[in-house]
């Protein structure tokens, strides 16, 4: 296939709520324009973009997967993206491939909450895009009152191109509000109707008020009570949904493949033309779109296969991408030659010779290229802005089922963190564990059946422990004495230790005030080391012991039977005997939140913090977020747990968090009794 080049290209990404039908628009699209040889179905696990198991396992899109067709000349090129929030992050990434955008929602208006966080980052990129209410053929569809929440949350910008004729059983056809005229849908394409005079009037009306806030001509008109040229509102529409100015609305049935040419049509008449489109670098420079121009195109998503190896899907900005094109990677600084360029059709590839600017291709075998990263030729070092990602919200501890995987589990992360950028990998301080993070528990799950599938490793998981720590709130001295004889040099240590506590946070001390030479000076070292490795499991819990201060005051030896170890194993025996006459506490770690909600949730959020031992800090107007509170509250760590997933069922998805520890508290009796059973119950179990 000759290079694509960028007149005749339309980057269109398929977002919205998860189970609005998404995929199943998309796949009638692709069977519509004949790019694929049969439609296929979400249910029965056939779809184009929906194609990998974990996909089918959960019958929704678990990843950005792309596909293209081809119509009247014009390319579309289609990025299917997941709509559960858990996701949200990838399809950022993947939305910096776009040039344009369907929203698609069901005619349904109480889940267009979902929705909010999704338009208003298109709005941030000024990403043009339209409103597909689908789904209008079932039951309980309400076409009317979805279109007027549309125009409620995003503006009177958002106006109709189509509206139904009937809904849910009843749905036969639609009316083309901008031409007024009536259609009735059938096998392949529409039929004209009879329309009725009543037929989206008022619908035609708040179009031409829209198109007038930006056409004095057409307000002039307008208000002389003047219908204006059918080619003079077609003309507007097209400038006016290219540039962001005006968001229309159109009527579908994913299923039954009703409305789909006429989507398909709007999206090659009014979304923008990749020629059209320029993009910024991250200096604020203008990339111009250039054939005959060096090579930047932009990673906007990464596939690693264990048997075909890594693919990375760029966007290509300028110049003319080949198979054997050298490549440098601005981000790392390092030469990149491709392994083959690929057009995608789900998990389907064909062999690319070439592609141009607006062109979305993937490249093979890039070794250290990732999602984000900026690709350049003839030794540019333009740098397009890459999307940055929130801290992640929720955590799964791992260990590999098989003690023999423990090598290797840490290179699989690597892969899968090629493949999705928004992981994170870290061993916890406090605990030592492996933590996987992510935004939810369905985007981690699927992480999990994802690594177990492709690399044949099965995992343990089970959410991180709570870094509990205990403490002392009293001081005493205590001798230890260790002596051990065999038939030669024996082993002799004695020491006498002050132990007391430290202010919140100070950590741990070690001093000495020998007088007299009682413990030689070579021995002090051993002395500290038994008093740390004391101090790792604490007398109530196992829990290590923090904020404490022990002094070495006194002692004795033996000239002969005396060395380092036995002062370690003395001062050992010290601290254990030691530390329970200390009234020892336990800690346990408390963490600082900061809760981002829309106002109208913002009392449940309250009442949830609340009842999670939390302490609300302050509440008030978000200055990056419209319509939305700040909640910021200390929150004990083992409430947080799984706060996400309430967090969200309580806000319709649309409330999150950021958090980091801010410091250790004494418990309550409670939690002491239930933290000290349960450690008592794992070391039983063991």
Known sequence: MAAAQAQGIRNVAFIGPHHSGKSTLVEALLSHAQAIPRKGSVVDGT?????????????????????????????????????????????????????????????????????????????????????????????????????????RRFGNHVVAEQAPIGQGENLSGY????????????????????????????????????LADFDDHLMEEVLEGKEPPLEEIEQDLQTDVSADKIAPVVVASGIRGWGVAELLDLIIRQFPDASQVRRNDQTGKTVEPNAAGPVIAQVCKTTVHPQSGKLSIVRVFSGTLNPDTPLHNVNRDVKERPGGLYWLMGKNQSAANGAGPGSIVAIARLDTTVTGDTLCSNGMKTKMPAHSLPKPAFSLALRPHERSDEAKLSQLLVRMREEDPTLVVERENFTDELVL??????????????????????????????????????????????????????????????????????GFKFDERIVGGSVPKQFYPGVEKGVREALDRGPIAGFPVVDVQVVLYDGSYHTVDSNEMSFKLAAAMAMREGLPKCHPVLLEPIQRIEITVPTTYTSAVLQQISGHRGQILNYGPSEDRRGCDVVRALVPQAEMSRYLTELRTATQGLGYFASEHDHFEFAPPKVVQTVTAERKELAAAR
Do not use: W
């Open 437 to 506: 993070r992510g935004y939810g528990e369905m985007h981690l799950s699927v992480t999990v059946e994802r690594l177990q599938r492709k690399y044949g490793v099965k995992l343990d998981t089970q959410l991180p422990q709570v870094p509990y720590r205990e403490t002392i709130t009293g001081k005493t001295q205590q001798q230890g004495r260790y002596k051990h004889q065999t038939g030669g040099h024996g082993m002799f240590g004695d020491v006498h230790l002050e132990i007391a506590p430290l202010a919140r946070g100070t």
């Open 47 to 151: 779809a184009t973009t929906d194609h990998d198991p974990e996909s089918h396992a959960h019958q929704m899109s678990v990843a950005p997967n792309f596909a293209y067709l081809t119509s009247g000349g014009v390319r579309v090129n289609i990025i299917d993206c997941p709509g559960a929030v858990d996701f949200l992050e990838e399809t950022k990434f993947a939305l910096q491939a776009a040039d344009a955008a369907v929203v698609v929602v069901e005619a349904d208006p109480n889940r267009l909450a979902q929705v909010e966080t999704l338009v208003d980052y298109l709005e941030s990129l000024k990403i043009p895009h339209c409103f597909t209410i689908n789904r209008l053929d079932r039951p309980g569809a309400d076409f009317m009152g979805t279109y007027s929440a549309l125009r």
């Open 175 to 210: 009316v083309d509000v901008v031409a007024m005229k009536a259609f009735k849908y059938g096998e392949g394409k529409s039929t004209p109707a009879t329309l009725t005079e009543e037929m989206a009037e008022k619908n035609h009306e708040e179009l031409l008020e829209a």
